[in-house]
């Protein structure tokens, strides 16, 4: 996978398979070839950055293994992002073999309480025989009663017998239950120890927290760092409430559930509502965005930052966060769930200090987006401080009791590419540190847990009822209106050809003027299709995102080299969801589809969004898309290091359409299949509420607190991450 050339010697990283590596090294004028330990090769390869003399046998080295030695984790890289099904084979293993691991299930069962009320037991029941002997008392007297019975009509009765509140709220549910444990205490298996664990009432109050960009429900989309994060979080949240109603009722609980998103206050809002404290989340009852301000000695930071210049304000902001998510759920939380680098960052801090189970969703580790980026770090770090990013991830993802995936290829990567967990595994930053093993990907913290779109925005093209009719004229007028604005530049001037479309943020990674380039070049594509983009700023003034500012310039570049007049429209970003999504179904309307041409997507919310709209889809073989289609079935993948060639691919789509109408309706019909099989919020939300119970269950029973591993942790945050922090400059409010 990687070679290190200093003659004489050639160093080798060689993956024999996703997960595990070996490294060698060859002299090349003798022939010989040596087995190097991870040090030793990342110490060679740091020479091509400091030298020959860079040999320092005293560099700080960062080694988890150790602290992991006696967690179990499976050995097959097929198994990499099931960690929840090793964990519960593990688990009721162990059970099965001894009876005496046994009794942390029941200390786990005892010690559950609601602001001090007792829930499953209360302290008639002190041990594991006695447990048993109650089921069956228990049993005996609910199983003469109707399966609808509700709970109130005998929850005196049982009460007496040693049990509480949260089996069930009818006898129908509290027997399925109750069932379920006695099978589990008699002969543990992995499926009865999950949908038991899935059921026990632990979860009343999340925190999800997103610091970076701007956070708001409407105008926000488009804006700088202001992306698909957050449009996966609304949706998550909304989800997520709805199951936690679903499974606080059918415990027979009156409990009433909080999520909270936390996020920056930011009091130059530019129009949003990121200057408001507390906001209701549309379509919930008990889901609010908190907002806290970032602070620093020179008091409140009143503008927008970008996310790579974040790190000097964190630490504050989680001492800030936690007092105000405290003072909201008069309480610490039951589940905290962070997201991308700052928000994983903070929700370590918080977690460790709450001992509250931890999430961690990447989103997108920036480590892979940008080639090299670890050893010639130096050369990044002015721009996008990775020093410090790099350092937040590997505390975070040690930190964390579980990890979400989106994706296998976020973990492990392909046979050909590693993955964006995996190449945190071992890497150096020269002149700082080596990471000799950072994190396992064989690790049963890693789940894959895939979200969805929102079918109440995101439907198929055919569902013409559900249609939003009333927006056509606007979408029309945006689409082929010929007067230039500040919305929109260019001109189609044949409105009977389907439109090729693609929408992003307008920065490096997400190619989209690599998506004009390739189209401007592919004569047969042009004359076929029109291309309709949908990203950031036209213009340079309204833009002050480095990044965003030097793609503009090169797409009124592209447009002037290839004359794309009457072939091709740049629409600025939209916020509006619902308009989005009935642009999507408007250009199924003219037999087009969707282009995702980024370099690498982590996982792919749009593709999910065009597909659920029934709008046959070309998208990055680099990350999430390689799974979420099935080539040639459901999609198309794309390489965006090669756009010839995937310019030919959608010419080719386009021309077989023109010959055989049919074709069209097949991709898209068989991209919709697979959305409903395996891309839904309902799906996501209830696998969800499962792992926050096993893990939390696991990390009880296994007394797996990692103190030494969090101590650890303290040590490095201390004495390198500060450290690092101090190079970041503070912002200035202008």
């Known amino acids: 996978m990687e070679a290190i050339v200093i003659p004489p010697f050639v160093a080798l990283a060689v993956r024999p398979r996703q997960g595990v590596w070996e490294y060698v090294r060859v002299n090349v004028y003798e022939l010989s070839v040596e087995q190097l330990t991870v040090s030793e090769y990342l110490r060679f390869k740091e020479e091509l950055v400091d030298g020959p003399s860079s040999s320092d046998l005293f560099r700080l080295e960062l080694d988890f293994e150790p602290f992991n030695a006696n967690v179990p984790r499976p050995s097959r890289s097929s198994s990499i992002g099931n960690g929840v099904q090793f964990l519960n084979r593990h688990l009721s293993s162990v059970m099965f073999r001894n009876k005496d691991c046994l009794e942390p299930l029941l200390d786990f069962l005892r ?29 005996d007297h609910i199983s003469k009663l109707p399966e609808e019975t509700p709970f109130s009509e005998f929850e005196y009765s049982i009460q007496g017998m040693g049990f509480e509140k949260g089996w069930g709220d009818t006898a129908g549910r509290v027997l399925e239950m109750m069932y379920l444990l006695s099978d589990i205490l008699q002969a543990p298996d992995p499926s009865s120890l999950e949908k038991f664990l ?82 209701r989340v549309s379509g919930t009852e008990h889901t609010h965005i908190l907002r806290v301000p970032f602070r620093s000695d020179k008091g409140i930071l009143r503008k927008w930052i970008s996310r790579f210049d974040v790190w000097p304000y964190l630490e504050n902001y989680a001492q800030d966060a936690a007092s105000e ?27 460790h200090r709450m001992g509250v189970t931890q999430c961690t969703i990447a989103h997108a580790l920036e480590k892979t987006k940008y080639p090299d980026s670890d050893i010639y770090w130096k050369d990044f770090d002015n721009k996008y401080h990775f020093s410090c990013q790099f350092t937040a991830d590997l505390i975070a993802m040690n930190n964390a009791d579980f990890i ?166 740049w629409i600025t970003a939209q916020t509006n969801r619902a308009r989005n999504g009935e642009l999507y179904r408007y250009i199924a309307d003219t037999k087009g ?19 659920t709209c029934g709008l046959p889809t070309f998208a990055t073989l680099h990350g999430g898309p390689a799974e979420i289609i099935e080539h040639g079935v459901s999609g198309f993948h794309i390489d965006p290091y090669h756009p010839e ?61 990692r103190r030494e591993t969090r101590r650890y942790l303290e040590m490095f945050y201390i004495l390198k991450f500060r450290d690092l922090v101090k190079t970041v400059p503070l912002s200035e409010d202008e």
């Not at 409407?218 to 996966?232: E, S, W």
């Not at 759920?329 to 977690?351: H, W």
């Not at 991709?667 to 919020?681: F, K, M, N, P």
């Open 404 to 569: 979400i995936t989106s994706t296998y290829q976020e973990i492990a990567g392909t046979k050909n590419t590693v993955g964006q967990y995996e190449s945190h595994g071992a890497f150096t930053l020269p002149g700082l540190y080596r990471v000799v093993h950072g994190i396992d990907v064989f690790d049963p913290k890693f789940n894959i847990v895939s979200p969805g779109a929102d079918m109440t925005i995101y439907f198929p093209f055919t569902e013409k009822a559900k249609r939003l009719t009333a927006l056509h004229g606007s979408i029309e007028e945006m689409l082929y209106s010929p007067e230039q604005t500040d919305e929109h530049v260019g001109t189609l001037s044949d409105k009977s050809k389907p439109i090729l479309f693609s929408m992003a943020r307008l920065d490096k990674v997400k190619n989209i003027s690599g998506l004009v380039e390739m189209y401007g070049k592919n004569t047969k594509l042009r004359e076929l299709v029109n291309l309709v983009i949908i990203a950031g700023n036209i213009d340079v003034s309204k833009s002050k995102d480095r990044e965003e500012i030097s793609e503009i310039e090169k797409m009124h570049n592209l447009m002037k080299t290839y004359k794309l007049e009457g072939q091709f429209r």
């Open 325 to 351: 998510i405290i003072g909201e759920l008069q309480g610490v939380p039951d589940f905290i769930i962070g997201n991308y680098s700052d928000g994983n960052l903070v929700a370590s801090l918080m977690a």
């Open 645 to 705: 060639q995937a310019g030919n691919v959608m010419a080719e789509f386009f021309e077989r359409c023109k010959e055989d109408p049919n074709h069209w309706n097949r991709v898209s019909d068989a991209g919709l299949q697979r959305i409903y099989e395996r891309y839904t919020w309902k799906i996501y939300s209830e696998r969800l509420m499962t792992l926050a119970g096993v893990y939390g269950f696991w990390k009880y029973v296994s007394k797996l607190e």
């Open 198 to 279: 899935g059921m026990v009432p632990m979860v009343f109050n999340v925190v999800i927290l997103s610091p970076h960009g701007y956070f708001g429900q409407a105008n926000v989309l488009g804006l700088p760092d202001t992306g698909g994060q957050v449009v996966y979080i609304l949706d998550q949240v909304r989800a997520l409430e709805t199951e936690m109603l679903l499974r606080i009722k059918r415990q027979g609980l009156d409990i009433t559930p909080r999520i909270l998103i936390v996020t920056r206050l930011i009091p130059d809002a530019k129009g949003t509502t990121c200057n408001q404290r507390l906001e």
């Open 593 to 611: 589809a969707f282009a995702q041409p980024a370099f690498y997507e982590a996982f792919g919310l749009t593709v999910v969004e065009a597909m």
């Open 111 to 139: 010690v559950h309480k609601y602001k001090g009320h007792p829930l499953m037991l209360n302290d008639r029941i002190q041990s594991i025989s006695r447990l048993q002997s109650q089921l069956s008392k228990a049993e």
